[in-house]
C-alpha cells in the first residue's frame, strides 16, 4: 500500500494565524482524503482532494476555513486559516489502497497534531 | 505519545484472553466494513474488511461479525497481546470511497 508522509508531524499555533499541511504520497493516487481527529474523537472527513478540481467539501467545512491545493497526483496540502483553540485536533491524509475483500481501503498518513493557544 | 481516546469508552482485557469490541453502524447501504487499529501517535492501521453480503470473515487472529439485522459490527481478537493495545474504530462505506467512522473504543491489554 502507498507510503504517506505528512507534515509538520506537530506544532502549536498562535490564535488568529495559519497552518499549512503537507502531504506526500509515494505513488501516483487520484483522490486524496483529509480528515480531522478532534481531542478524544473519533475521525471527521473534511473534504476530498482530486488533482486538477476544486476539493470536494462535507457539511460543517467551508473553503475558506480550510483551503486545499493538490497540485498534482502525490501531493496536497491542507491549510487550518486563523485558527482558534477549537481547531486543536489532528489532521490525517488517506488515500485508496485495497482490502481484502476488495474494499477500496484508506491508508492514513501518520497525522499532524496541532495545538492552537 | 499521547493518546488520541482519552473519552472513549476502554475495555481492558488480560493478555492471552480473548477481545470483544463493538460497534453500531448507521447507514443501511453501505457496501463495506471496515476495522481500524489506531496506536499512539500513529494514523489509523488497515485491520480487516467484510462486504455487507457477508456475516463473517476471519483473518490472523482476528474475526469480523456482521449483523445487519439489528447494524451490529463487532471484531474478536484472539489471545490478544499487548501489541493489541490501541484504540479500534469501525468505519463503513455508505458513499463510495469515503469512510463513516463510528466512535472507537480504548483497547487495554494487561500483562
Known amino acids: 500500500s502507498a507510503v504517506i508522509s505528512q507534515k509538520p508531524s506537530r506544532d502549536i499555533c498562535q490564535r488568529g494565524t495559519s497552518l499549512t499541511i503537507q502531504c506526500q504520497v509515494d505513488s501516483q493516487v487520484t483522490m486524496m482524503f483529509w480528515y480531522r481527529q478532534q481531542p478524544g474523537q473519533s475521525l471527521t472527513l473534511i473534504a476530498t482532494a482530486n488533482q486538477g478540481s476544486e476539493a470536494t467539501y462535507e457539511s460543517g467545512f467551508v473553503i475558506d476555513k480550510f483551503p486545499i491545493s493538490r497540485p498534482n497526483l502525490t501531493f496536497s496540502t491542507l491549510t487550518v486559516s486563523n485558527m482558534s483553540p477549537e481547531d486543536s485536533s489532528i489532521y490525517l491524509c488517506?488515500?485508496?489502497?485495497?482490502?481484502?475483500?476488495?474494499?477500496?481501503?484508506?491508508?492514513f498518513g501518520a497525522g499532524s497534531r496541532l495545538t492552537v493557544l | 505519545g499521547e493518546s488520541v481516546g482519552l473519552h472513549l469508552p476502554t475495555l481492558s482485557v488480560q493478555e492471552g484472553d480473548n477481545s470483544i469490541i463493538n460497534c453500531a453502524y448507521s447507514?443501511?447501504?453501505?457496501?463495506?466494513f471496515i476495522w481500524y487499529k489506531q496506536e499512539s501517535g500513529k494514523g489509523p492501521q488497515f485491520i480487516i474488511d467484510?462486504?455487507?453480503?457477508?456475516d463473517k470473515r476471519q483473518g490472523q487472529r482476528v474475526t469480523v461479525l456482521l449483523n445487519k439485522t439489528v447494524k451490529h459490527l463487532s471484531l474478536q481478537i484472539a489471545a490478544t497481546q499487548p501489541g493489541d493495545s490501541a484504540v479500534y474504530f469501525c468505519?463503513?462505506?455508505?458513499?463510495?470511497?469515503?469512510?463513516?467512522f463510528g466512535a472507537g473504543t480504548i483497547l487495554r491489554v494487561k500483562s
Open positions: 468505519a463503513e462505506t455508505p458513499y463510495g470511497n469515503k469512510l463513516v
Open positions: 467484510i462486504r455487507s453480503n457477508m
Open positions: 447507514n443501511s447501504a453501505s457496501d463495506y
Open positions: 488517506s488515500v485508496v489502497g485495497t482490502g481484502g475483500s476488495g474494499a477500496n481501503v484508506l491508508t
